[in-house]
């Protein structure tokens, strides 16, 4: 019973979203998709919170949210949507993130997640390693069942393990920030597919046991080459069946 009780608890809400939390949200994603362009001016504050049913200040509200976020610029003349390039690079790190292409991501994620590996690698004790090894060993589980929902949730698990084990918060923060924008765009686009995914899914297998031999080898080195060479294969396998879908299509 004090199981089901748990699980229940991912139910609770933590945070209430108020209607400019919300109209902050609908706006950063027609930013994010180019619904509303670069240089796009909004209409007359007054004008436009009639139009969409709110009042000023929830409008003024949510302008605040985006203008902090880095999507929007308001002077005098009114407000507009900053340009993609400038929100991505003066923008805040999560709108960074959302801004960037494939490329981009692909080439951010290889350059910092080894690092983290190789720090973590440096870090870990051996009851660590064991924590490691045994969310490994899920992984290898949830293969053998052919449940690849319970295989998303133990590869995140098992990359996120050893971020935690760099010992730096600020490090973990960013790293976190940019692996969940990672496995959703890229990791989990792949197993939403209809590819045939047995050779994927054992390659994905033997990186976790060379990652955790490495670091049990105490070989930071080589975790960070295997996890460098984990990853690429990953944005590989997403380049593969993005294009064979836009074939098909």
């Known amino acids: 019973m004090a199981k089901d009780t748990n699980v229940l608890d991912k139910l609770a809400i933590h945070q209430i979203l108020t209607q400019s939390d919300i109209l ?7 930013i994010v998709s180019e619904e509303l362009p670069d240089g796009f001016t909004f209409p007359n504050e007054n004008e436009f919170s009639k139009q969409l049913n709110v009042g000023r200040g929830t409008l003024r509200e949510a302008y605040k949210i985006l203008d902090t976020q880095g999507y929007i610029r308001r002077t005098k003349h009114g407000t507009r949507v900053r340009s993609r390039k400038d929100i991505a690079k003066d923008g805040n790190f999560v709108a960074s993130l959302e801004l960037a292409d494939m490329d981009e991501l692909g080439e951010f994620i290889c350059a910092l997640e080894p690092e983290a590996v190789y720090l973590a690698a440096q870090k870990m004790n051996e009851k660590d390693i064991e924590g ?3 969310i490994r060993k899920e992984c290898e589980e949830a293969v053998a069942e052919d449940d690849d929902k319970k295989l998303l949730d133990s590869n995140y698990r098992f990359h996120a393990y050893i971020r935690e084990h760099v010992g730096n918060n600020l490090i973990v923060s960013a790293l976190t920030a940019y692996y969940d924008y990672f496995h959703k765009e890229v990791v989990e686009q792949i197993y939403s597919g209809d590819m045939e ?6 390659n994905s297998l033997e990186a ?23 990853l690429e294969a990953d944005m590989a396998y997403h380049d593969f069946i993005t294009a064979r879908s836009s074939k098909a299509q």
Do not use: C, G, Y
Request: charged share 35%; hydrophobic share 35%; proline share 3%.
């Open 197 to 202: 995914l047995s050779e994927f899914r054992q």
């Open 208 to 230: 976790h046991r060379q990652i955790v031999q490495a670091i049990r080898d105490h070989d930071p080195d080589t975790a960070r080459a295997v996890e460098k060479k984990h």
């Open 24 to 30: 902050a949200s609908r706006i950063k994603n027609m």
């Open 132 to 134: 490691l090894d045994t």
